[in-house]
């Protein structure tokens, strides 16, 4: 019987969809161009964004300026000093200039709307992740910071991903124990410090998350101090392995 309707559905979907292009007319997500349907960039917004491909750190995932950069292994100077907690780390753009004019209204001006721009370059980015992943979880906001900003930018590209992926999403299983001080202007080791002991998984979710792949979900990436201390807690609470998948990923001057 469903099946019977599923077309009739559809055509409705699309016939819905088709008005409101007509009264409002798909956008550029950054310049305001306007596109063939929402969530595409215009051809020159895309042309401006550094999305991610090889070559990059195969543990963090920072992205080199050439092939050569990271040895046999292609790894960062960081990740071989001092590898992180997390198994594997991908992004879907450079935190650059371009990229900023997306993450930055994403997340402090109510733009919730760009998560259908993010989450599929996400999902390129870190198809095999996602392909591996048993459950996803985003990072979360200390509650205070929630209430005032009214919406968790992680989890909407959590669940977004989880939808696509056909991934259970998970949105309150990591729970931030304390307010942090932005972490804008801190050193690496300053991050760490800040963020040490400041996530922890919910006693009921526990069992969702024991003996799981577990990827966990950010909006940027700097240091990895974050992660580190999200997959920390993760592991504590008996997941099998944790990987990080971000919209954006802040280079490394000293490789790029």
């Not at 310049?31 to 964004?49: N, P």
């Amino acid at each position: 019987m469903l099946a019977r309707h599923q077309p009739v559905t559809d055509t409705a979907t699309r016939a819905v969809r088709a008005l409101f292009d007509v009264l409002l007319p798909p956008r550029c997500a950054i310049c305001g161009a306007e596109v063939d349907r929402q969530g595409l960039l215009c051809a020159d917004c895309f042309r401006q964004t550094g999305f991610i491909s090889e070559p990059f750190c195969t543990r963090c995932g920072v992205p080199f300026a050439s092939a050569a950069i990271g040895g046999a292994q292609r790894l960062c100077p960081t990740c071989r000093a001092e590898p992180p907690v997390f198994a594997r780390a991908r992004a879907a753009l450079r935190y650059d200039a371009q990229g900023r004019r997306l993450v930055l209204p994403f997340k402090h001006a109510d733009r919730t709307e760009l998560t259908a721009v993010l989450a599929p370059q996400m999902a390129r980015a870190g198809a095999e992740l996602l392909r591996e992943a048993d459950v996803i979880v985003p990072v979360p906001l200390h509650r205070w910071r929630l209430f005032h900003r009214r919406y968790n930018q992680a989890a909407l590209l959590a669940k977004a991903l989880g939808r696509s992926a056909g991934r259970p999403c998970v949105v309150d299983a990591l729970r931030r124990n304390r307010a942090t001080a932005s972490l804008g202007e801190k050193s690496a080791a300053e991050r760490a410090a800040e963020v040490a002991q400041a996530f922890e998984v919910r006693l009921s979710r526990t069992r969702t998350i024991r003996q799981r792949k577990v990827l966990l979900i950010d909006d940027v990436m700097t240091s990895g101090a974050t992660a580190n201390a999200c997959a920390g807690a993760l592991l504590a609470a008996g997941a099998a392995s944790v990987d990080v998948l971000v919209a954006a990923r802040v280079p490394d001057p000293r490789i790029n």
